[in-house]
């Protein structure tokens, strides 16, 4: 995670303090969640931003069947979309890499808030199919079963969680999540808006920076959000449940460790051994290793492995367990892959080599 420095945590803080978030935490009823429309006259004249708005306002009034100006305008953003998708990635959509100028614009009608992402000219728009986050926050939806939550949250502002149709309630971070709102804040500073698809569930980050998002980060991203909301309410996830734990006990010198990987690339090492051992902290994956996590989480069934002397030298009661939610068997070699991995993972937090930050761009 970039390193911001107290005066932009303070500007961002600020920066649309005066949004109401409790208007910003209904969750729309989406129209279609894609919407292309053209101008209705051709002309040669590049559309002004007041006339593409026009247009986007328009195209939601004809979905919710609205007249048009009844439709508030509430954030008009001019923005360089990294891709043809203008920032808003379906699940399996593959989106060309060309860079386009065009525009964010947050409606409100019948007391919810609407988003679209526009090209330059109007002819391209964007809906994005979820909640609607202030400036500088982030929104996620997710299920599990039967039911769908959304949760909408800012670093300076908290959270608000309910379900997907239901009125949103505000909660406090966790206390086990102390460094929540500098996480927000930090990515809110250092992305671009986008809306993502992804295999955990939907996010949308109205961001305020340039980097543009990989698909590990975006759903890295949400499940940090899912981690924040379930820690804040007391739910049981993979946020809060790690999906990869290892158990090294090494009798030879009395070093006995746990070692907890979860799917937001947290981890922790804790001693299990009568003498006082150092406090490591929380430390991250690499953007490499979490895609590899992701990669056997979503292909693999649970795992669980009890390495011997082949495999961990000196390693007399050790044991791995591995959460998968795929529906493949792990080979031989997937086995050993996961084993490998964390026991680099154990090496390179007890070396220091590890990173104690959050890895978000």
Not at 227 to 255: E, F, I, R
Not at 323 to 332: N, Q
Request: net charge negative; glycine share 8%.
């Amino acid at each position: 995670m970039l390193k911001r420095g107290f005066l932009q945590i303070l500007m961002v803080g600020l920066f649309g303090l005066g949004l109401c978030l409790t208007t910003a935490c209904q969750n729309a009823a989406p129209p279609p969640p894609t919407a292309v429309t053209s101008p209705t006259e051709a002309s040669t004249a590049v559309p002004s931003q007041n006339q593409v708005m026009e247009i986007a306002r328009q195209d939601l009034a004809g979905q919710l069947k609205l007249a048009p100006e009844s439709i508030e305008v509430m954030t008009i953003q001019e923005v360089n979309w990294p891709d043809a998708c203008l920032g808003v990635y379906p699940a399996n959509e593959v989106c060309a890499q060309t860079a386009v100028a065009g525009y964010l614009f947050i409606f409100q009608a019948n007391n919810k808030l609407f988003t679209y992402h526009t090209n330059y000219d109007g002819r391209q728009l964007v809906f994005v199919p979820t909640a609607v986050p202030p400036e500088g926050g982030l929104a996620a939806t997710w299920r599990q079963g039967d039911q769908c939550t959304t949760a909408v949250m800012r670093g300076d502002t908290g959270l608000q969680i309910g379900p997907c149709d239901g009125e949103l309630t505000a909660v406090q971070f966790s206390p086990t999540t102390p460094n929540a709102a500098t996480d927000l804040i930090t990515t809110a500073l250092s992305n671009l808006p986008f809306y993502a698809d992804t295999p955990d569930g939907a996010v949308v980050l109205n961001g305020l920076g340039t980097h543009i998002p990989t698909p590990v980060e975006q759903r890295q991203i949400m499940n940090l959000a899912r981690w924040l909301a379930d820690a804040a309410t007391g739910a049981q996830s993979p946020g809060t449940q790690p999906v990869l734990t290892y158990h090294q006990d090494h009798a030879d010198n009395g070093v006995c460790t746990d070692l907890s990987v979860f799917n937001t690339g947290r981890m922790t090492l804790t001693s299990c051994a009568d003498t006082p051992a150092p406090d490591y902290g929380d430390y991250w994956l690499t953007s490499d290793q979490l895609s590899q996590l992701y990669t056997w989480v979503d292909s693999l069934t649970t795992i669980t492995l009890t390495p011997d002397s082949t495999t961990t030298p000196t390693a007399t009661g050790s044991e791995l367990l591995f959460t998968g939610s795929g529906s493949s068997a792990a080979t031989p070699a997937d086995e050993q892959a996961i084993l490998t991995l964390a026991n680099e993972l154990v090496d390179a937090i007890q070396g220091g080599q590890s990173s104690p930050a959050v890895p978000l761009p």
